[in-house]
């Protein structure tokens, strides 16, 4: 009689650890369930939103109407516009926001050497409008910095958000400074060519 008791009791215990087992492991195959959605909803809003980007980027072409001297200033612009294409062209297979940053290190690198050169050049053809480019370049610089911070600050989920701000920072640097502010640079240059030209010329 005592044996069937301690039998039936050694049963229910098992039966109970076995349950509380059970439903474990079934909060564990639901919490991993709502994992695996959350993430295939994440990647799925990651690739909507890489969808969109890319729908709005255009490749952009170097044009001999964009050329101000002929030499160095247009080189550097140059690979203002093939570092732009290069990071464009990063977008599809992106996937970490420290990615980016080899591209924004080589336009950091880029501004150190570039806009110091085109202020040269600004001085020694007089151009008028010095002081507010150069403010333009400062401002260009800022922008580039907090970028970067803002990339190493950046977490996964965010980083198409990201690509899309530098994409529109770089769109507005090529349209807006190296289209507009610089090209207005060219007419001085032409000047400053002319009478270097005709000073070197032997006189009647
Ligand atoms: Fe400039």
Known sequence: MYGVAMAEYAFLINFGVLAV????????????????????????????????????INKIHWEDQFAI?????????????????????SIPILQL???????????KKYTQTHFPREEKLQLTSDFPFFEDHKKEHEALIEKLNG???????????????VAAEITSFLEKWITGHVLESDLSLKPYVDRLRENVKSKSEPQP
């Open 21 to 56: 087992v059970a439903l474990i492991i079934g909060i564990m195959m639901r919490i991993s369930h709502k994992k695996e959605v959350a993430k295939r909803t994440r990647l799925a809003e990651i690739a909507k939103k890489r969808a969109g980007l890319l729908k709005s």
């Open 69 to 89: 001297d002929g030499g160095v200033i247009d080189k550097g612009n140059k690979t203002l516009f093939d570092l732009v294409n290069e990071f464009n062209e």
């Open 97 to 107: 926001p420290g990615e980016m940053l080899s591209i924004l290190a080589s336009l």
């Open 147 to 161: 970028l970067i911070k803002k990339v190493m600050q950046t977490k996964e989920d965010n980083v198409i958000d």
